[in-house]
């Protein structure tokens, strides 16, 4: 099971930590519930997140440099799916979803919640998406991680 071994996060109030969704809008039906998942997540940590629509997953990277440049958010949530087809335009658009969002990451110093999905199938992306008949919910732990991570960022800064 993909989830094996998945830490327990328990969300207590995040006070004024600022978080932006970044959601792409491929394959409708998966980014609903991944969008309706992280959406949650913030609220556990009694966060409204700002959400940013791009058209794929391939957009995400740039959207998450120009919102951690501003300055405006203490974490940031990206969500997309890639479904594997018969040319090698997955595993393009996977590694530079990848590696941009982690660039994003390093090189602002913010927490980016990963919830892109690179699925071999559709049905793959439905179980991870959130949904009803889903077994995971990658939506709410992107956004969870992405919050407690800041959360705890926040509190060693304070210590120093």
Known sequence: MAGHGAPTLEPTPAGEVRVAVIAASWHQQVMTGLLDGAVRGCQSFGV???????????????????????????????????????????????????????????????????????????QQALDRAGLPDSTEDKGYEAATAAIATAVELARALVRD
Request: aromatic share 6%.
């Open 48 to 122: 409204e997140p700002v959400v940013v629509r791009v058209p794929g997953s391939f957009e995400l990277p740039v959207a998450a440099a120009r919102l951690a440049r501003s300055g405006g958010f203490d974490a940031l949530v990206a969500l997309g799916v890639v479904i594997r087809g018969g040319t090698p335009h997955f595993d393009y658009v996977c590694q530079a979803a990848t590696e941009g969002l982690t660039r994003v990451s390093v090189d602002h110093a913010v927490p980016v919640g990963f919830g892109v999905l690179t699925c071999d199938t559709e």
